[in-house]
T-cell receptor, first 116, second 114 residues
């Protein structure tokens, strides 16, 4: 069965510091991988996604993620965090194949706190 | 960019009443819409998948009679929580898939049942 694990429930970083949020997935075939950000009481905004091709994916707001099949990971990174990045971050996996696009399995989420 | 409007954003109701939540794709046709439920500090759990003009497909453990989903048009899906109880209190989020298979999320509805 598909599953997504985000090992870090809560992370605090200083503004300007680098950030890495971990995501591990379990899926038998080639996964579709996503990172979403959620501000309090809001819906989800897509940061980036990986379907195929280059394993280093660039997203919005300066985020990037690297797909590592050997480690079943899709970690999210940002070189310099801004205070506005404080939010909840969700990693998700979707089944490959057009008929399943949109049916996502989400990780537990990582709460990012940014210190001044 | 594409927008998915979810209404209401927040609703408080008495136990035993029914609540309807709307999910609209404002500038695109949504072939499929998805309904998720999110508990505090928890992940999003897929409840059901709805396709326009057909019955929704519910995930295991989700009560079909409790959570009624209607996808009457290519731009509107509704989730009705029937005979709501305090344990139904949660954050409900919809997402809509466009014809070119992009996915967009609504802003969510916080349901509080007293």
């Amino acid at each position: 069965a598909q599953s997504v694990t985000q090992p870090d429930i809560h992370i605090t970083v200083s503004e300007g510091a680098s950030l890495e949020l971990r995501c591990n997935y379990s899926y038998g075939a080639t996964p579709y991988l996503f990172w979403y950000v959620q501000s309090p009481g809001q819906g989800l905004q897509l940061l980036l996604k990986y379907f195929s091709g280059d394993t280093l994916v660039q997203g919005i707001k300066g985020f990037e993620a690297e797909f590592k099949r050997s480690q079943s990971s899709f970690n999210l990174r940002k070189p310099s965090v801004h205070w506005s990045d404080a939010a909840e971050y969700f990693c998700a996996v979707g089944a490959s194949g057009s008929s399943n696009t949109g049916k996502l399995i989400f990780g537990q989420g990582t709460t990012l706190q940014v210190k001044p | 960019g594409a927008v998915v409007s979810q209404h209401p954003s927040r609703v408080i109701c008495k136990s035993g009443t029914s609540v309807k939540i709307e999910c609209r794709s404002l500038d695109f046709q949504a072939t499929t819409m998805f309904w998720y439920r999110q508990f505090p500090k928890k992940s999003l759990m897929l409840m059901a998948t709805s396709n326009e003009g057909s019955k929704a497909t519910y995930e295991q453990g989700v009560e079909k009679d409790k959570f009624l989903i209607n996808h009457a048009s290519l731009t509107l899906s509704t989730l009705t929580v029937t005979s709501a109880h305090p344990e139904d209190s949660s954050f409900y989020i919809c997402s809509a898939k466009s014809v070119d298979e992009k996915l967009f999320f609504g802003s969510g509805t916080q349901l509080s049942v007293l």
